[in-house]
């Protein structure tokens, strides 16, 4: 059983009891987090894509530390004019493992018969024109007669 999970505007896809470095979560450590954006489900029998994210869903996660990532240097450089650059830059992450990927069965059956709501067609409001005016006029005096 996997999900799509959208955590802090990037995706991963995560299964229980497994760990993963994300985006730093405002959350204190060993506090537990919920995510509900869920874009794809499966549980080895059959696959949910969300439009835009799956219904019923929750996938809940602890947060085990916040650390920062290697540094990446950035240099920059214009040759024969003595400018040089360097910068560095430490993204700061947060560890977590996946504790549970849970689907409630009465909010995903509900969210099953609202998509299968029957729709009314559409009446389409035809375009009156010189020609379709006269005709309608015409009709309207035949039935008068």
Known sequence: MYAVVDIAGQQFQVEENSMYYVPKLETEINKK???DNILLFSDGKSTSVGTPSVKGIKVEAKVLEHIKDDKVIVFKKIR???YKKKNG???QLSRIE???ISKSASKAKTAAKKDVVKKE??????KK?????KATKATKAKETE
Request: no cysteine.
């Open 121 to 126: 067609p559409k009446v389409v409001a035809e």
């Open 129 to 133: 024109t010189a020609k379709t005016a």
């Open 80 to 82: 024969r004019k003595s």
């Open 33 to 35: 987090v919920t995510f």
């Open 98 to 100: 996946i504790t549970k």
């Open 89 to 91: 830059h430490r993204q």
